[in-house]
């Protein structure tokens, strides 16, 4: 139930948000483009881009292919200018720590990457992150504000406290306060999120499901978890913990999994499983999970053998996608790499079994940003707190 009406700040407020983050989603975009997208009359669109205008944020240029004005005024295309404020996204994985600088569409200007070594302390872990953020803040323009940074890290977390918990196959670290401590180096927020769930929320945003309501980003590791987006929003759960698709038993009677239980789906479908399998099937090593791919998307019994290794993976979507009616189902992380055909292969087995049949018509795509979709999403949740007016909002409009 509403007990606060909305005051007349407040709607300025979200009036200049919503242009800004459309302005973001777009990469820019006209001013009439602006306003039908927005359903803001033109004079109130105009007047929140002349502030931008004004305090630096957006330029206006000619669009593409229109060199020069012609007969008529061309409709200027308003984009952000160089200084504009940028974000630092971190992804935080067994492997290392990636971290990007990224302009306000989210275009990598800077990328770094530092592995993790084999006598990682939580010290070093966070020294590391600091410094490639550090780093990342030396190839701002002069004069260009950071907006603060995001951390996509592989879980368990405590998104409260802004805590790495004990994530498993981790070297042991555990209760990692990343936020307090790149927060304190760094002077600027910073926010923590599960790293599929910084997948979906890039694809939300920037990558091919901001039309999707409903769907799903499936990060495919060395570990195995869900990011759900539903009606528009990513869903966390009472504790933070949803989307440990990882954990959904497959095999009752199978193997035993770290977490203690018999036949999790990570029992079965990892990375590393599957390129220990992979060995044992044809007789040599692949270099990386994008080898076996490919190599597997060049022969059939290969692709018939990849497919049935995933076929609890193929189980365990169709139970999700009966739960939750999904539009799109994205493959990320190191699974970005299945070749096509394997995608269809799960296509057609989700929609054979979810009870809506073919009429669902579910779709399996690969991510569109490739095995990168965590880092990208880590830049993109500080972008979402800026929309949200919970950061950043006196960078772009002063303190109004
Ligand atoms: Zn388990």
């Known amino acids: ?38 359903g803001l009359t033109k004079m109130t669109v105009s007047n929140i881009t002349a502030d931008l ?15 020069a004005p012609g007969a008529g005024r061309p409709q200027m295309r308003l984009c952000f200018t160089e200084t504009a404020p940028a974000v630092i996204g971190v992804w935080i994985s067994r492997d290392g720590c990636t971290a990007i600088l990224a302009d306000l569409s ?3 200007l800077e990328t770094r990457f530092s592995p993790l070594s084999a006598g990682e302390t939580a010290d070093l872990l966070l020294e590391r992150a600091a ?16 907006l603060g940074v995001g951390v996509a890290s592989v879980g368990p977390l405590d998104l409260q406290r802004g805590l790495i918990l004990n994530p498993p196959n981790f070297g042991g670290l555990r209760n990692i306060p990343v936020c307090a401590a790149l927060s304190s180096r760094l002077h600027v927020p910073v926010f923590l999120e599960n790293d599929t769930n910084a997948g979906a929320l890039a694809e939300k945003y920037f990558g091919r499901c901001s039309a999707c309501s409903n769907f799903v980003y499936v990060g495919l590791t060395n570990g195995l978890s869900a990011g759900i987006v539903l009606r528009d929003a990513l869903l966390h759960g009472q504790h933070g913990f949803a989307g440990e698709l990882g954990h959904t038993v497959v095999d009752p009677a199978g ?12 029992t079965r479908v990892t990375v590393s499983r599957l390129l220990r399998e992979a060995e044992r099937e044809w007789g040599r090593a692949f270099a990386d999970f994008g080898a076996l791919c490919r190599f597997c998307g060049q022969s059939a019994g290969a692709e018939d053998w990849l497919a049935g290794q995933l076929e609890p993976l193929g ?3 169709a139970n ?20 096509d055909r394997i995608l269809e292969r799960l296509a057609r087995r989700i929609n054979a079994e979810v009870l809506a049949g073919e009429r669902a018509g579910i779709r399996v795509e ?14 993109a949740v500080v972008l979402k707190k800026v929309f949200d007016g919970e950061t950043g909002y006196s960078c772009f409009f002063g303190e109004a």
């Not at 979200?14 to 001013?31: D, F, H, I, M």
């Not at 410094?131 to 950071?146: D, I, R, S, V, W």
């Not at 999904?326 to 790499?337: F, M, N, S, T, Y």
Request: charged residues 20%.
């Open 1 to 38: 139930m509403k007990t606060r009406g909305v005051n007349s700040e407040q709607t300025k407020k979200t009036n200049r948000l919503l242009v800004l983050r459309l302005l973001s989603v777009t990469g820019g975009a006209s001013r009439t483009e602006l306003t039908r997208r927005v």
């Open 53 to 67: 205008l004004r305090n630096g944020i957006l330029r206006e240029e000619l669009p593409a292919g229109q060199k």
């Open 106 to 108: 989210l275009k990598v």
């Open 131 to 146: 410094g490639l953020c550090g780093e990342l803040c030396g190839a701002l323009a002069p004069g260009q504000p950071l």
């Open 255 to 266: 193997e035993r999994c770290y977490c203690g239980r018999r036949g999790c789906l990570e």
């Open 315 to 317: 189980l365990a979507l």
């Open 320 to 339: 999700l996608a009966n739960l939750v009616d999904p539009d799109c189902i994205l493959l990320g992380h190191e699974g970005a790499g299945l070749p």
């Open 366 to 379: 690969r991510s569109s940003f490739g095995a990168l979709a965590a880092v990208y999403g880590a830049a």
